[in-house]
């Protein structure tokens, strides 16, 4: 798969702030990769970095073939971006602002107003900016950041201010996109709509990268339990299974359901306890670990490295 995005080693200080610490990672073409960590952790100056909006204090970054930080930009108008915070005329209409964007990018005005209709805008193209919500300038800002089909699209917490319909439509967008062959960075604080998205993860740390790889991948990593819900027939009140090793951590959930954490090589073995027990069992959940706890994981890890 051909790499888009090469970031090796690259730092940025602000005076005595470092914000970012000797981050190195390569993306690559058609991925969708989650760029995640809490506020400060460095996720924006690496967007703005491969933008060359600013320039790192060491390392290199190199985008589509372009080095931004000696101002080779050639390949800037296939980049999309949409950032945390968007602003516009707030005396154009929607149509004017997205054809406006459109001839900067060198793309025709009547694809681009295409777009409107796809991020919801379509009835209220003609209305003036200063009229929209927090959600529909989102929305706007989206389409902007598509214009032109980019081949690398940068996403900072973009699903901000939208609705569930529309962010279900903009992960469809996405998805599409990235199949299409576009790379796709997303940084976003909802780690529960990314983790049956994004096909990579990186977590970021107070400007250091701490994990990089696919949610399958940090588990492994990890080796953080996984919730086995059983409800089994027959199981008396505050009763728990016989079958359950010595030790392994257990409760009750609703008066009815068994929740036991198993380590990742017990997994099989209880199922095939509780399935050999001679109860029923009524219905069974297997919950591997979430996005939130991999995430809070390698983030107290880090904390506890030197």
């Given at each position: ?88 005329d ?32 379509g ?44 962010r ?7 998805q ?7 790379t ?63 030790g ?59």
């Amino acid at each position: 798969m051909t790499s888009t995005v090469h970031v090796t080693d690259v730092a940025k200080d602000y005076g005595g702030l470092k914000a970012v610490c000797g981050v190195s990672f390569e993306l690559r073409q058609g991925e969708l990769v989650a760029l995640i960590g809490h506020n400060g952790a460095g996720k924006t100056t690496l967007m703005k970095l491969m933008l060359g909006l600013i320039r790192p204090t060491s390392g290199s970054i190199e985008v589509l073939g372009d080095n931004p930080a000696a101002g080779q930009f050639a390949g800037r108008r296939q980049l999309g971006y949409l950032p945390e915070n968007v602003s516009f005329d707030a005396a154009l209409t929607g149509r004017e602002t997205l054809a406006f964007y459109a001839r900067l990018k060198r793309e025709t005005v009547a694809s681009a107003l295409k777009l409107l209709d796809a991020v919801g805008l379509g009835d209220a193209s003609r209305r003036r900016v200063g009229t929209y919500s927090k959600g529909m300038r989102q929305r706007l800002g989206l389409a902007q950041a598509l214009i032109g089909h980019p081949r690398v699209l940068l996403l900072d917490e973009p699903t901000t201010g939208l609705d569930p319909e529309l962010r279900q439509t903009f992960y469809e967008i996405i998805q599409r996109l990235a199949a299409e062959g576009t790379t796709v960075l997303l940084s976003s604080h909802a780690l529960t709509e990314l983790e049956e998205r994004a096909g990579r993860v990186i977590i970021m740390n107070r400007g250091v990268k701490v994990a990089d790889g696919s949610i399958e991948g940090l588990r492994n990593i990890a080796r953080l339990p996984t919730k086995i819900r059983l409800k089994i027939a027959g199981l008396g009140p505050g009763e728990l299974p016989s079958w359950l090793p010595t030790g392994a951590p257990c409760r009750r959930l609703d008066g009815h359901l068994v929740e036991i954490e198993a380590e990742p090589d017990q997994k099989i073995e209880l199922l095939h306890s509780a399935t050999a027990s001679g109860r029923a069992v009524e219905d069974l959940d297997v919950l591997p670990p979430t996005l939130d706890e991999l995430y809070a994981h390698f983030l107290r890890q880090a904390e506890r490295t030197p």
